[in-house]
């Protein structure tokens, strides 16, 4: 079926809109009309091709809700008028030692992503939610609970499960003192979703102009970066640190402020760390730096309940398309609150 979205077609050109091809609907596939797309750093990531391996043309967006137009004659989930999420994978081999764990994020063979990656079946691009309408097979389908605004949702499916994760898997809750390094998307989710979980919560923070924002999305405190002083004043003091800052950085500051057995989580940056870790700052006090990638299906499903249950979705800035490219510029400059999400509807003038 032939649909129109907004693609990258290099590393240098502003995304436009784009006409393509989705391929007829399987037997087990779910087909969506998108309402929502979440801009993620990593859809600019991909799109200017930081890493590396961006295939262009590209069309992001992993952070989608959408209604259910069609469905496969094998799906058995979902049904035409279900408002649904789709997150950063759209399938996975389903039978290696991760997959059958539910860590499909993880699967041994690569789990097949949402946009800039290739179906395992037909051999055909992946392309994102940046667009009017997906067929994605209702294994990688989630339910989104009723009465939260689907705008205020669509981060949920990456921003949410990728700070989930860590959150949960280090047991963040009563008792707990966990802190965020940055605060964007990932950040603010992250804040949210560790107050909701009842850890006591702490901002770090490069932006003096972001204390009242964080202290009304769950932070207890606010710890400037840059100041010497309030890093010391919270020496020794956390058990988990979600840190989300997307580019290269140095850690060292932030490891005296673990305590006892305490993590510093990496989710944003993914390429080298340039200045040297000390062995000793992690041997003395049986400290740790370790690294979370999203979640699994079943993981985000329970988020997306728990984010049901305790009214949390996130600050979002809606768009229409056409100003995808600025949305970007701003990205770079840590300037929006605290997500963009692009209104589909938007598409609707393009006349590619
Ligand atoms: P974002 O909205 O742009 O937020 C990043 C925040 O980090 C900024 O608001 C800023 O907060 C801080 N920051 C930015 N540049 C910095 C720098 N050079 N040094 C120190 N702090 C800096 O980005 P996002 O969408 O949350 O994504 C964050 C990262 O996570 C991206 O690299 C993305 O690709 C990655 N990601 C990873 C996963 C995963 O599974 N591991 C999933 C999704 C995204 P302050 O102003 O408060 O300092
Ligand atoms: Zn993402
Ligand atoms: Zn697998």
């Known amino acids: 079926m032939q649909t129109l979205g907004y693609a990258a077609r290099s590393a240098t050109e502003a995304l436009a809109s784009f006409r393509f091809d989705r391929r007829e609907p399987r037997p087990d596939d779910v087909v969506l009309d998108v309402l929502y797309c979440g801009v993620c750093h990593t859809d600019l990531h991909i799109a200017r091709n930081h890493a590396g391996y961006t295939r262009y043309p590209v069309v992001p967006g992993h952070e989608i809700v959408g209604r259910v137009t069609q469905v496969g004659s094998a799906v058995t989930g979902f049904k035409v008028g279900d408002t649904i999420g789709v997150g950063c994978m759209v399938d996975s081999c389903q039978h290696c030692n991760p997959c059958r764990q539910g860590d499909e994020q993880h699967c041994e063979q690569g789990p097949t992503f949402t946009y800039n990656a290739v179906d395992r079946h037909d051999g055909q691009p992946t392309y994102g939610g940046y667009s009017k309408q997906m067929v994605v097979s209702e294994k990688f389908v989630l339910r989104i609970p009723d009465g939260l605004h689907p705008a205020g949702v669509a981060p949920l499916l990456c921003a949410g499960i990728t700070t989930w994760e860590p959150l949960h898997r280090w047991k963040a809750g009563p008792g707990k003192r966990v802190a965020v390094v940055g605060l964007g998307g990932l950040g603010h989710m992250a804040l949210k979703l560790a107050k909701a979980l009842g850890a006591e919560v702490t901002l770090f ?29 919270v020496a020794g003091h956390f058990d988990l640190i979600v840190d989300t800052v997307p580019y290269e950085h140095d850690v060292n500051p932030y490891l005296p402020t673990l305590r006892f057995n305490g993590t510093l989580v990496l989710v944003g940056y993914m390429g080298p760390l340039n200045t040297p870790v000390s062995a000793g700052a992690l041997v003395f006090g049986r400290k740790a730096i370790a690294g979370s990638f999203i979640g699994g299906v079943a993981a985000t499903q329970e988020m997306l309940d728990f984010c049901g249950e305790h009214g949390v979705v996130s600050d979002v800035e809606v768009i229409p398309i056409q100003q995808i490219n600025q949305a970007y510029e701003r990205l770079l400059k840590s300037d929006v609150k605290y997500r963009f999400v692009i209104d589909m509807a938007s598409l609707q003038i393009e006349q590619a």
């Open 205 to 233: 923070t490069r932006s003096p102009g972001k204390e009242a924002d964080a202290r009304r999305l769950g932070a207890d405190h606010v710890v400037l970066s840059s100041d010497a002083g309030q890093m010391g004043a």
